[in-house]
């Protein structure tokens, strides 16, 4: 599986980015898929996730309400839709995979497949 991310950029406070990650290989509408984002210094962290069907969404508590993950299963896609964008937001944002699992865990464990980051940037 390999997974490509794209969508990231500069953004002013209060705006909005969304984010996309395609996949190739094996069959997209069987696993679950998450967003993870690391800030510079620090340890990367669980943002978002969605299970196989796109049915399930599960969130940070620091992006829950800003921020919405979803999936198109016949482009092999998922996308991360953030809206009020915060500074503390600023990071490289990942998309990963997880083959073993139709409902995604929340946190890193599980996760076999990243793509290559992509970086967001929200100016005060």
């Keep these: 599986v390999q997974l490509q991310a794209s969508g990231g950029g500069l953004v002013q ?3 909005s ?16 898929m998450a967003w993870f984002r690391q ?9 978002a996730a969605v299970s196989w069907s796109g049915g399930a969404t599960y ?15 016949a482009k092999k896609t998922v996308y991360l839709q953030m809206n009020s964008l915060k500074p503390e937001d600023t990071a490289v944002y990942y998309c990963a995979a ?6 995604p865990v929340v946190g890193l464990a599980g996760y076999d497949y990243w793509g290559q980051g992509t970086l967001v940037t929200v100016s005060s």
């Design 98 to 103: 997880d083959l073993s699992r139709r409902t």
């Design 13 to 15: 406070a209060g705006g």
């Design 59 to 73: 969130y940070a508590d620091s992006v829950k309400g800003r921020f919405t993950i979803s999936r198109d299963n």
């Design 39 to 47: 800030a510079p210094g620090k340890a990367r962290e669980f943002v």
């Design 17 to 32: 980015l969304r984010l996309s990650c395609v996949s190739s290989g094996v069959t997209f509408n069987s696993y679950a």
